[in-house]
């Protein structure tokens, strides 16, 4: 699905949640999926070839075997976070309230 976007499946979710003392939850339909330390860096973007905060999750590449990061943007509620490689892939969040 090169260049494509595809949509949440009807009745399906992904929820990250941020806690305190740099912890993170995923949930997927209800069920914690992953959990773990994360942090907050700056990594040069492949988008726009400056620093910008990225994110990591406690995951190392397989190729460079570095500490994975993902190029985060905030907009309003909603957070962006992107897989720093060309044809990677983008995950939007919405803010639940």
């Given at each position: 699905?090169?260049?494509?976007?595809?949509?949440?499946?009807?009745?399906?979710?992904?929820?990250?949640?941020?806690?305190?003392k740099?912890?993170?939850?995923?949930?997927?339909?209800?069920?914690?999926?992953?959990?773990?330390?994360?942090?907050?860096?700056?990594?040069?973007s492949?988008?726009?070839?400056?620093?910008?905060?990225?994110?990591s999750?406690?995951?190392?590449?397989?190729?460079?075997?570095?500490?994975?990061?993902?190029i985060?943007g905030?907009?309003?509620?909603?957070?962006?976070?992107?897989?720093?490689?060309?044809d990677?892939?983008s995950?939007?969040?919405?803010?639940?309230?």
């Open positions: 699905m090169l260049g494509q976007t595809k949509p949440v499946e009807d009745g399906k979710s992904s929820v990250l949640v941020f806690k305190s740099d912890t993170y939850q995923r949930i997927d339909n209800g069920k914690l999926v992953k959990e773990g330390k994360y942090m907050l860096s700056k990594a040069k492949i988008y726009s070839g400056q620093l910008e905060t990225a994110i999750f406690n995951e190392v590449d397989t190729i460079s075997k570095e500490q994975r990061k993902y985060l905030l907009r309003n509620d909603s957070l962006l976070i992107s897989d720093n490689y060309y990677g892939y995950m939007l969040y919405l803010r639940v309230k």
